[in-house]
C-alpha cells in the first residue's frame, strides 16, 4: 500500500533588494523636534496675530482698553469709504502693471544671459545687485532722480514734458513707483528664469533646428511651454510681493500727491496711528482673501497651461 507524501507549501522567493516593496513611514520623530521650533515660532508670530487680527475687526477695539461687538459694521463701512477704495482700486492696478513689466523684462533678461554671449556670467552678477539693496534706499535715490535730476535734464535739452518733477503729478506719479518697484523685483524673478532656461535640455533645440525652426519658432514651441512652471511661480510671487508694497511708495511719494498712491498698506498702517484699529483689521482681512482668491486663480489658469 502506497503512502501519499504531501509536499510542502512552497514559499515565494525572496524579491531582489531592489525590488522589495518598501512600506512608506511617516516622519521620523528627529525631524518632528527638529520642526517644532519653526512652527512654534510660526504659530506665535503669525497665525495667532493673524487670528485675533480677524477676531477683534469684527469689535470697536482701538488696540487697547474695553471694546464691544459690533458685527459686520467695519465691514460695511469699508466698502463706502473712498479712501480704502481708492487704495484698493491703486493697489491693485498697480501690481497687475508691475507684474507684467518684472517678467517680460526679467524673461529676455534671462534668455539673453543664458545665450552664447560673451561675459555672460559676469553680467548676471552686476544684473542681480539691486536685490541686495534695501529698497527704502534704492527710493530715496529714485526719488532724488526723479525730483531734481531728471527734470534738470529736461530743460537742458528742452523736453517740455519732463521739466517738472512727475512724482508731484497725480496721473504720472505711479509710473515713477512701477519703474523703480520692477527695477528692484527683476533680479529674483531673472534667477528663477535663469534655472528653469538651464534646466532645458539643448538637445531639443539642436533637434528643432534640424528640423528648420528658427528661434521665434522655438521661443513659441519649446522655451515658453517648458518654462511654464518658472512663469507660475514668479507671477505667484511678485503679485503677492506688490500687493504688500510700502518701502518704495513710502520713499518715494509718501502716498501722494494727495492720495493717489496710497497702497492698502500705506491705509492700514495710517490707521493704526488714528486710532482705528479694528477697522484696519477688517481692511487687511478683506485684503488677505482678496490675495488669497487671486493667488487660486491664477494657480488654476497657470496649472491648466501647464497641462
Known sequence: MSTLIKAPPATPAPAPDGLRPTRRRGPDTTHLLFLLPTLIAFTLCIVL????????????????????????ANYRLMFTDPAILTSFG??????????????????????GLTSQIRFRVPMRAIFVIPMVVSPIIIAFVFQFLFAKSLPAAARSLGLGPLQESIL?????????????????????ALLIFIAGLLAIPRDLYEASALDGAGPWKQMRMITIPLMAGYILINVVITFKNFLNAYDIIVGLTDGGPGTAT?????????????????????????????TLAIALVQLRFMRGKEQ
Open 90 to 111: 491703486f493697489t491693485l492696478g498697480f501690481s497687475a502693471v508691475t507684474v507684467v513689466v518684472t517678467n517680460v523684462l526679467a524673461f529676455l533678461l534671462a534668455v
Open 49 to 72: 496675530p493673524a487670528i485675533m487680527g480677524v477676531f477683534f475687526s469684527f469689535t470697536n477695539s482701538v488696540g487697547y482698553g474695553d471694546w464691544d461687538f459690533v458685527g459686520l
Open 168 to 188: 508731484a503729478d497725480p496721473d504720472l506719479a505711479w509710473i515713477s513707483i512701477v519703474v523703480v518697484t520692477a527695477w528692484q523685483a527683476i533680479p529674483q
Open 262 to 290: 496710497r497702497s492698502v498698506a500705506m491705509t492700514i498702517f495710517s490707521g493704526f496711528e488714528t486710532g482705528d484699529y479694528a477697522y484696519q483689521m477688517a481692511t487687511a482681512t478683506m485684503f488677505f482673501l482678496i
